[in-house]
């Protein structure tokens, strides 16, 4: 597996395939079907929203550079700006 840690594992270590895993967990879900690589979609979108830095997303996904993850999540993020003029405005003292 080209020395990649794997995230689930059968008890003798050997990989479980993701299609395995996704068809299990919608049966013990009220989730809709989805693909199991759409729940690190869910995880990014939610952390971000929620103000998780792009850094710390970022490193929970993997990728090299926290451009890519804002490249790739910037839709997510509306209304960052008005947030920021806020926040800039409340500590000038307006």
Sequence with gaps: MGG???C???ED???VHADHLAGRFAKSSRV???????LRHT????LLRA?????????RLGHKSPAFTLATY???LPGQ???AAAAFAKLVGE
């Design 74 to 76: 910037a839709l997510v």
């Design 32 to 38: 809709k079907r989805i693909r199991f690589h759409d």
């Design 4 to 6: 990649a840690a794997l």
């Design 43 to 46: 995880d990014a979108t939610l």
């Design 81 to 83: 700006q008005a947030e």
């Design 8 to 10: 689930f594992t059968r």
């Design 51 to 59: 103000g998780v830095p792009i850094k710390v997303v970022a490193e």
């Design 13 to 15: 270590g050997s990989p």
